[in-house]
């Protein structure tokens, strides 16, 4: 841990950053403080409607350098070739396959590689949390407490960078979101949004989620969200597949904007 | 907590010091609980259950202050001649309740107004002041002393009964407890010559052994190994309650949820003791040693009484307070629930909490409903979780009174890299934080950085953005969220620090980034860096800071208070807003 505190200070902050922006957490941090926080509902109000989420122009740029410093920063010094740090064979991944031990995190491994998944918007349900358990148990930083100091800390970066694929393949909105990032395009759904009917079916939503009184009315609403997320997953994952990404960025943008109203709903059921 | 802290005391520096050459000790489990505690230990082949000379696996909490030697001595190796013993002023327990407590914490004053011994609370959001009666004179102690002491004794006993040195522990703690609370009973450890290896929350444990039992279950029956099951933890002690839900397969139980508050037996028993005489807290109030013999005696009958109501539908009460007070009454089963109202309303609102936290979406999801702790035992409280979970039975495959201690032990066992040959420590809990953490921002609010419920090792960030123009210093007050949903937001101050050098500018310009990082041994870091935007630099300005926390000390209550007086609102911040919609 000390070696943290004597690097440039760089990489003290990034050494967990890994290859997916900052933003990307941001919004998954934005999603489950929505969920978790009802208490802080006016805390937050603004920040579901106004704050973005997304952003072509990161804000947190010395954090945003580490996609390009990940490699040189010294503390994830991976060298580029691709042996096991320890016996020295060729297979490795995530963990060598030879002597079991933990390889230091290589960023060109994306999160679909990581469960075994073709690069594509559709997975199958529940085929996600087994592949998960099954890397924490050969990463997590609890059962390799006995290792050397290095293989601790590459157990750490592993097992949180498993964490984070983990929750961003699990949930459509950010999936998709990453898909893009994979293939270039920065997505930015609150920039781009200037179609009046879509703003004032939300407006109504919105205000048909404030005036419900009973629960039926909301579980109404809520299903009413549920089927049109469905329905432009469905999109996304069409136009992706034909890589027609202005269609793509469009479906992620209504994917948001309902995400969001079904948050809503679900803080006041 | 791990090698990490090591330095700050000196035997804690020897343990680490040490730790090469004792490369196979296989780390204990301990669980310190409010009433009892037990000890655990990975024997090779399965966890053991450590004795104590009277042959109980479950040994009183308590520490007797006394004159001659040795002194003091602890419930490990005392033999009480009766109950009253531990209730006459000398002796301090229900430590688990007051360690790392404030003077100001409710739970400390109704402490301060039923327990025999002495606690002065000033109110002030400072340590109370505690003592015990020896010799008829109040000699002070302190709960991290009480604990030590205690923690010795465990040690003494795991020593002669393994033949060998024990220094590392996994110690199981509620998940109402604060980090604070844990560098306190951290603390006590140290004092005792004990490295705690782990922390774990009681129904992190829990699932430990739960996956172990699920593990071995499907081994033999080869079918559907890979389903992955439901888990519901209730556990409810005297001290404590925590309710977790655990979705496991494979011997690996991920957290979903975790939810704990400071409510258990204890509160049930003041209630019981208010309820039969109402004037108690005034009526005791000077502590003299008729008075400490009247509430020894109150004790002693509403305890006992409280346990019959849990087989029988009423109870006879016939106790003499002395000063021809007498109480003689029966209590029945209703009228106990009535008394108690509130503190089942609270066990029944952290179960749909977590439910619905856990995003489990209906209870009837739930495979097992896992109940643990000695108030389980009460009918009430076990119909309320069942109910909410829309079961009959619970799972019957732990022993409620064990089952943390066992956990713990087997925690060890995997942190001390032991391998099992026939799998039986194919084991994995996926941990996940009990309380928001985050800072003060947008005026006086807690701003969360990491929730609750997010799985460990993590770590966030989110930006802020100056109050006033030209400020060139924030100050970024970390806190700790309690989740006492029903009362106020209670937020407990964790440290604070400056960040400095912030480039003259307009309001909400600079971004000053706040990151915050749970490591796997559960170490908060948090850090802190400004960037100028559009200053065509991607670095940051000022060299980023930072601390490891809790940095506050004892008497931290004042520190917010101070803070805000002496500074006011000059160095506050906001969170950012988007200024491509402003």
């Known amino acids: ?269 | 907590m791990s090698e990490e802290v090591g330095y700050t005391v000196a035997s804690d520096s020897e343990t680490t010091a040490t730790k090469e050459e004792l490369e196979t000790e296989i780390a204990i489990g301990i669980d310190i609980g409010t009433c009892q505690c037990s000890l655990a230990v990975w024997n090779g082949s399965e966890v053991e259950l450590i004795r104590n000379t009277r042959n109980q696996k479950l040994m009183k909490s308590y520490v007797t202050f006394r004159d001659q030697s040795p002194s003091p001595v602890g419930g490990v190796t005392n033999q009480l001649s009766h109950e009253y013993d531990m209730l006459s002023g000398s002796s301090i327990f229900n430590m688990k309740r007051l360690i790392g407590r404030l003077d100001t914490d409710p739970i400390v004053h109704q402490a301060s107004n039923t327990l025999p011994f002495l606690i002065q609370t000033l109110g002030i959001g400072a340590k109370p002041f505690i003592a015990a009666l020896v010799n008829n004179m109040w000699r002070s102690t302190t709960p991290e002393e009480v604990v030590a002491i205690y923690l010795v004794e465990l040690k003494a006993l795991a020593e002669a009964r393994l033949k060998r040195p024990v220094r590392d522990v996994v110690l199981t703690v509620p998940a109402a407890f604060s980090r604070f609370q844990l560098t306190r009973i951290a603390r006590s450890c140290a004092m005792a010559g004990l490295h705690v290896l782990r922390f774990m929350p009681e129904p992190a444990a829990v699932a430990l052994l739960y996956a172990q039992q699920q593990l071995q279950l499907h081994k033999d029956s080869i079918a559907d190994s890979g389903s992955e099951k439901i888990g519901l933890i209730f556990n409810m002690g005297a001290g404590y309650c925590d309710v977790a839900i655990i979705a496991t397969a494979g011997g690996v139980s991920q957290m979903k949820a975790l939810a704990g508050s400071c409510i258990g037996g204890e509160d049930l028993l003041q209630n019981t003791m208010h309820h039969l005489v109402p004037d108690m807290d005034t009526r005791f109030a000077s502590r003299g040693l008729e008075e400490i013999k009247a509430m020894g005696i109150l004790r002693v009958a509403t305890q006992e009484a409280i346990h019959k109501l849990s087989f029988q539908p009423s109870v006879q009460i016939d106790i003499d307070l002395g000063n021809g007070t007498r109480v003689c009454r029966v209590i029945d089963v209703q009228e106990f629930e009535e008394i108690n109202k509130r503190v089942f309303e609270k066990c029944a609102s952290l179960v749909t909490q977590c439910l619905h936290e856990s995003k489990v979406a209906k209870p009837e999801y739930i495979d097992d409903v896992i109940l643990v702790g000695g108030c389980t035992n009460i009918p009430k409280l076990k119909n309320i979780v069942m109910g909410i979970c829309k079961r009959n039975e619970n799972y019957s495959g732990i022993n409620s009174l064990e089952a943390a201690v066992r956990g713990a032990a087997l925690e060890g066992a995997l942190a001390s890299g032991v391998n099992d040959p026939f799998g039986s420590l194919d084991l994995l809990t996926i941990q996940i934080n009990a309380h928001s953490i985050g800072i003060r921002a947008d005026g006086n609010s807690f701003v969360p950085i990491i929730d609750r419920n997010t799985t460990l090792p993590a770590r966030r960030e989110m930006l802020f953005t100056t109050a006033h123009d030209n400020q060139t210093e924030a100050l970024i007050v970390v806190y700790e969220q309690g989740d006492d949903h029903e009362k106020q937001q209670q937020q407990l101050l964790l440290g604070y620090f400056k960040v400095v050098g912030i480039p003259p500018a307009a309001k909400g310009v600079p971004e000053i980034n706040v990151c915050m990082d749970i490591d796997a041994s559960n170490m908060l870091r948090v850090m802190a860096g400004v960037v100028m935007p559009g200053s065509g630099t991607k670095n940051p300005v000022v060299p980023l800071m930072e601390v490891r926390m809790p940095t506050a000390d004892d008497g931290h209550g004042l520190c917010a208070d101070a803070l805000y007086r002496s500074l006011g609102s000059t160095l506050d911040l906001v969170t950012l807003h988007n200024k491509l919609n402003a």
């Open chain 1, 1 to 269: 841990m000390w070696k943290t505190l004597i690097k440039p200070p760089i990489s003290t902050l990034t050494r967990r950053t890994l290859t997916h922006s900052i933003s990307l957490q941001l919004l998954e941090q934005n999603i489950i403080q929505s969920q978790n926080q009802p208490h802080f509902s006016t805390l937050y109000t603004f920040t579901t409607t106004e704050r973005p989420t997304i952003s072509k122009t990161p804000k947190i740029h010395f954090i945003r350098s580490s996609e390009f410093l990940g490699n040189t920063s010294g503390f994830c010094s991976v060298e580029e070739t691709s042996c096991c740090w320890n016996c020295k064979t060729q297979k490795r991944f995530l963990i060598c396959e030879s002597c079991g031990c933990v390889q230091p995190v290589d960023h060109s491994v994306d999160y679909f590689r990581i469960f075994g998944l073709e690069r594509k918007f559709d997975i199958e349900d529940g085929s996600l949390e087994g592949i998960y358990k099954n890397w924490q148990k050969k990463l997590h930083p609890d059962l390799v407490h006995t290792r050397s100091k290095e293989e601790r800390e590459y157990a750490a970066e592993q097992s949180a960078r498993v964490i984070d694929a983990y929750t961003t393949l699990r949930k459509p909105l950010l999936r998709a979101i990453y898909l893009m990032r994979l293939e270039g395009v920065e997505v930015d759904e609150e920039q781009t949004v200037s179609e009046p009917e879509l703003l004032g079916e939300i407006m109504e939503v919105r205000e048909a989620v404030e005036e419900a009184t009973d629960s039926q009315a909301l579980k109404n609403i809520q299903s009413q969200m549920e089927e049109k997320l469905r329905h432009w997953s469905n999109s996304f994952a069409n136009a992706f597949g034909s890589k027609s990404y202005d269609e793509a960025i469009k479906s992620i943008q209504r994917m948001t904007y309902y995400h969001r109203v079904n948050e809503e709903i679900v803080k006041k059921l």
